[in-house]
């Protein structure tokens, strides 16, 4: 099996910057793919972003913002996340599957970090 550990969330002001790493553990994390999610108070748990094996895909609320990067030898998933927004604000997780069709569709992943706490101020 996997395990995830994130870092990086924080506080933050309007159109600031912050970098979330999720390091992962076990054996053959190249295998996986990798993907983050976000949940705001009151709301469903939304799909950020994702890297498979030859793709990166985005949610339309992020896209040209966030970039998310593997780092396979590190064993390390990063969200690079630019022109940061108040409605950012939530808590991040990093979500790890063999089998993510769809790949917005949270169900479809195995393991999860713990979640990371990310507010921007305006």
């Known amino acids: 099996q996997v395990q995830l550990v994130e870092s990086g969330g924080g506080l933050v002001q309007a159109g600031g910057s912050l970098r979330l790493s999720c390091a992962a553990s076990g054996r053959t994390f190249s295998t996986y793919a990798m993907g983050w999610f976000r949940q705001a108070p009151g709301k469903e748990r939304n799909f950020v972003a994702a890297?498979?094996?030859?793709?990166?895909y985005y949610a339309d609320s992020v896209k040209g913002r966030f970039t998310v990067v593997r780092d396979n030898a590190k064993n390390t998933v990063y969200l690079q996340m630019n022109s940061l927004k108040p409605a950012d604000t939530a808590v991040y997780y990093c979500?790890?599957?063999?089998?993510?069709?769809?790949?917005?569709?949270?169900?479809?992943?195995?393991?999860w970090g713990q979640g990371t706490q990310v507010t921007v101020s305006s």
């Open positions: 979500a790890a599957g063999r089998i993510v069709i769809p790949v917005h569709d949270y169900r479809v992943y195995e393991y």
């Open positions: 890297v498979t094996w030859g793709d990166t």
